[in-house]
């Protein structure tokens, strides 16, 4: 009796087992997928490496994304848009986004706070702006009060102990 054994040269794509995806679903192991996991844990393992090469896949990505999202942008700024309604019906006008953004601009430089609940005199971003400042002034001006405050606590306890060691002296 002759057997036989035939094993053909495996590849990447030869299937080896089976793994659950991401949606717990089967799906079969393929040799590449082993040695990739393979390549990715010993690299994790290795802090150096891995550091380098999620930088560098990172920076990848950004470009990536730039590169396909920058001529949408474009093309949505530039190329005309309808103008709608507050219904969102097309009132048959078309405009540009840069045009709509300008307009918005222009309304939030003229309109006044008090449409938003704030004071009647100050347009809306003349009240932004005085917002701002007051929540950074008051921040600073507290930090500064709470370094004022330990400086003459210390310089308090420094006279306070130089007097009590004076009236110990002159006992």
Known sequence: ????????QPDLTTIIGQQYTDDAE???LTLGDAVASKIVT?????GEWWDSLRKQVHDQREEIIRE??????????????PRTNSYGEITGQTT???ELIIAEVKRMLTVRASE????AQLTLLQKTVRDAVAHQ??????AAVLEARETMADGIAATVAAAVKAGMKAR
């Not at 009796?1 to 053909?8: G, H, K, N, P, S």
């Not at 010993?42 to 290795?46: E, F, K, T, V």
């Open 1 to 8: 009796m002759d057997i036989q054994v035939t094993v053909e």
């Open 26 to 28: 089967r799906a079969p």
């Open 42 to 46: 010993r690299l994790a393992d290795s």
């Open 68 to 81: 396909e999202v920058t001529p949408v942008i474009l093309e949505t700024i530039r190329g005309p848009i």
């Open 96 to 98: 540009t986004l840069r």
């Open 116 to 119: 938003f609940g704030g004071d």
């Open 137 to 142: 002034f008051g921040k600073e001006v507290t």
